[in-house]
């Protein structure tokens, strides 16, 4: 009985008194200075950081965003001009605008965040960004990184696209929405081909666009609607086995006589040479 009195005394303290991580010291005094902390230990109460709704700490020589995956209600983050070299927003689920700009990313991962509607990941040195899941995204600036490919086929709702200041050598915005959007891509000295709704409308509209770019509804490279990306390898020719007559005889070709052509892959193609 006495020990079923001591948990039931301690109960409100394990719970309230859960802590989260936060081993960047600029991180913690960021939020001492917002008032969500006061002590700088290393951690911060997860009851003063689980209902935050907005986050703002950029500016704040901060290279490790670690106990971010703690502010679930999180909906607003902007964490621009810090330090980061990698963030991972995917516990964040509920979040809809993220500015992550002017960090030194290399590796960003939005993977569950399906609610966002604005991204803003531009000067940094990404080399891939996935968008497929994000529907619902509005607005995404990603220019000035190191990307080679980009798809935002599936991103619908998509009104404004910054990639410009890239490596891209793929780009596919054929999404169903190009009328409603604008695309900003110079600056992409690799990039031959934007794979878009309508190439008469892109041209007519998109002027930011390097000289040697086109547009096409199918540019048959890898981040193209209903291709694969895998180039076809050159047809083997066939080595032929032997030639036989209607009656399986071997024989050698002979004019106006039906003869089947026995290839070592075990095709067969039927001939019949007509002498002229």
Same mark, same amino acid.
């Given at each position: 009985m006495n020990k079923l009195l001591l948990l039931l005394t301690l109960a409100p303290c394990l719970v309230f008194g859960q802590t989260t991580l936060i081993p960047d010291p600029n991180f913690e005094q960021a939020l001492i200075d917002l008032g969500y902390d006061s002590v700088s230990d290393g951690s911060v109460l997860t009851a003063n950081i689980d209902n935050i709704t907005s986050l703002g700490? +950029?500016?704040d020589s901060i290279s490790d965003l670690?106990? !971010?995956?703690? #502010?679930?209600?999180? @909906? *607003?983050? %902007?964490c621009k001009i810090n330090q980061l070299t990698s963030l991972d927003v995917s516990q964040n689920t509920a979040l809809t605008y993220l500015d992550c700009q002017s960090n030194q990313l290399t590796s960003l991962d939005v993977s569950q965040? /399906?609610?966002? @509607?604005?991204?803003? =990941?531009? *000067?940094?040195?990404? !080399? +891939?960004?996935? /968008?497929?899941?994000?529907t /619902?995204? #509005?607005?995404?600036?990603? #220019?000035? %990184?190191?990307?080679?490919?980009?798809?935002v086929s599936n991103n619908t709702a998509l009104y404004s696209l910054d990639c410009q200041g890239n490596q891209l050598t793929c780009l596919n915005v054929k999404n169903g929405n190009n009328t409603n959007m604008n695309c900003t891509a110079d600056d992409n000295p690799n990039l031959t081909c934007i794979e878009v709704d309508d190439v008469a409308y892109s041209t007519a509209n998109w002027t930011n666009i390097d000289p040697q770019i086109s547009f096409s509804e199918?540019? %048959? %490279?890898? =981040?193209? +609607?209903?291709?694969?990306? !895998?180039?076809?390898?050159?047809?083997?020719?066939?080595?032929?086995? *032997?030639i036989t007559d209607i009656?399986?005889?071997? !024989?050698?070709?002979t004019s106006n006589t039906l003869l089947f052509y026995i290839y070592e892959d075990g095709s067969v193609e039927k001939k019949i040479q007509i002498e002229r």
């Open positions: 700490v +950029s500016g670690t106990g !971010i995956e703690a #502010f679930t209600a999180l @909906t *607003y983050l %902007n965040v /399906v609610a966002l @509607t604005l991204l803003d =990941c531009s *000067y940094n040195q990404l !080399i +891939s960004l996935d /968008v497929s899941q994000h /619902v995204l #509005f607005w995404l600036d990603c #220019f000035s %990184n190191a990307l080679t490919s980009l798809d199918d540019c %048959n %490279n890898p =981040c193209s +609607s209903g291709t694969t990306g !895998i180039p076809e390898l050159p047809t083997k020719p066939k080595e032929l086995l *032997y009656l399986g005889r071997t !024989i050698q070709p």
